[in-house]
């Protein structure tokens, strides 16, 4: 090997192991974090803070959310789990169907999609406590449901 061949090669084999910073790559590879860390100190207070978490067994809470879908087949259902407690409640019905409807009565409700209509409809409810019963109207016969509302 010739003099200049060898110092090719050292030449080569310096710049693999030292590598000059920015050249190349991926910037995301190599981007740096900062860390910031905050401590603080209170001296003669101590707070307590209690968390109470209530499991209503799958019930939606009063004045929450009531789910309700109908279609696309012969389907109909509103996601109570058993008795629910009374209360105002948003009623959201997704209709999944252009041939049905649903429909929800009971003390002091009575509310209905459209029977052509599809999509998601929501209904303000003040449901007591009794029984309400879903239906879908064109096919009462076969889609229906119902649920309780008690303490």
Do not use: W
Request: aromatic share 6%; net charge negative.
């Amino acid at each position: 090997m010739t003099r200049t061949g060898a110092l090719a090669v050292g030449l080569v084999v310096a710049a693999l192991a030292f590598p000059v910073a920015g050249c190349g790559g991926d910037d995301e590879d190599s981007a740096a974090t900062d860390t910031t860390t905050t401590e603080t100190t209170t001296s003669e207070t101590t707070t307590d803070t209690t968390t109470e978490t209530t499991d209503t067994g799958g019930k939606p809470p009063a004045g929450g959310i009531l789910a309700a879908t109908v279609g696309p087949g012969f389907d109909i259902s509103a996601e109570t789990n058993g008795t629910i407690p009374p209360g105002s409640y948003e009623l959201t019905v997704d209709d999944l169907s252009s041939a049905h409807n649903f429909h929800l009565s009971g003390p002091g409700v009575d509310v209905s999609t459209s029977v052509a209509g599809e999509g998601s409809e929501t209904f303000q409810v003040d449901l007591e406590p009794g029984t309400y019963s879903f239906v879908c109207d064109p096919h009462s016969f076969s889609m229906s449901g119902s649920f309780e509302v008690g303490t």
